[in-house]
């Protein structure tokens, strides 16, 4: 399968949110099924830079380098003998209007183009990572953090949150987009703190609006990697 899109995914901050599975069921796409870890669901809402973008080997001026908030969960999809993991987005926050326009044209994907901005304060010791995005008002979330990365442990929620290396669209209701996304294992940062100043009923619906009063299960913050986002295909 061909590249579509290749890209650095770094610095991703990530609260993670146990969830009633009845919420999440409409959004299930065809022939997946929520994947939990310790019988727990999750949604996750994560924030984090593209840099060095290409768009089928071509870097497209102005959308090289930017921005992305999403709201998240997994599931998993049977393909023969063997289980594929993968997440589902809920939504797509980016600040370039002709990315969430092709997104949603052409990918069918649910994305909306906002202001946005960032803010990394790295030093020897420590960091303080934070991403933006104004709807209305301006909503963000910042986590401080180490600065020495450390690897996942086997079996951990960490790996069970950055180990997912699918993605599944719902395009209706007999039919599923996938596609695959390529990594290396990321490391992460000890979290030492945090603050989520976001407003979830108007950033992502009225169902996701409990969440404003809910306390995240963890937060993590990945350095991440480079990335390739394989061409997708169909399953009906």
């Known amino acids: ?46 924030g984090f830079m593209f840099l060095q973008t290409q768009l089928l080997g071509t870097k497209i ?10 709201l998240r969960f997994y599931v998993r999809y049977k393909d023969g003998n063997s289980w594929k993991r993968g997440v589902v987005f809920i939504k797509e926050i980016v600040p370039k209007t002709m990315i969430a326009w092709v997104a949603n044209n052409v ?6 183009a906002l202001p946005m901005r960032h803010d990394w304060q790295t030093g020897t010791d420590n960091q303080i990572i934070s991403y933006g995005w104004k709807k209305r008002q ?7 953090a180490s600065a020495n ?3 996942i442990t086997a079996g951990s929620e960490a790996e069970f949150i950055t180990e997912h290396y699918w993605g599944y669209t719902q395009r209706g209701s007999l039919k599923t987009g996938e596609y695959e996304v390529q990594h290396p294992r990321w490391q ?10 976001v407003d979830f009923e108007l950033s992502y619906g009225p169902v996701f609006g409990f969440l404003n009063d809910k306390r995240p299960q963890s937060v993590l913050l990945a350095e991440g990697s480079v990335i390739k986002v394989l061409k997708g295909s169909t399953i009906k």
């Open 1 to 46: 399968m061909s590249t579509f899109l290749s890209a650095e995914w770094r610095k991703l901050a990530m609260a993670n949110y146990a969830i009633d599975p009845a919420i999440l069921k409409p959004f299930v796409p065809y022939k997946t099924e929520l994947d939990t870890w310790n019988n727990t669901c999750y949604v996750s809402l994560v």
């Open 61 to 70: 001026p102005g959308h090289v380098n930017f921005e992305e908030v999403n």
């Open 107 to 112: 990918y069918g994907e649910n994305y909306e």
């Open 138 to 144: 301006w909503h963000e979330m910042t986590i401080h």
């Open 149 to 151: 990365p450390e690897d």
């Open 188 to 197: 992460t940062y000890e979290v030492t703190d945090y603050r989520i100043n």
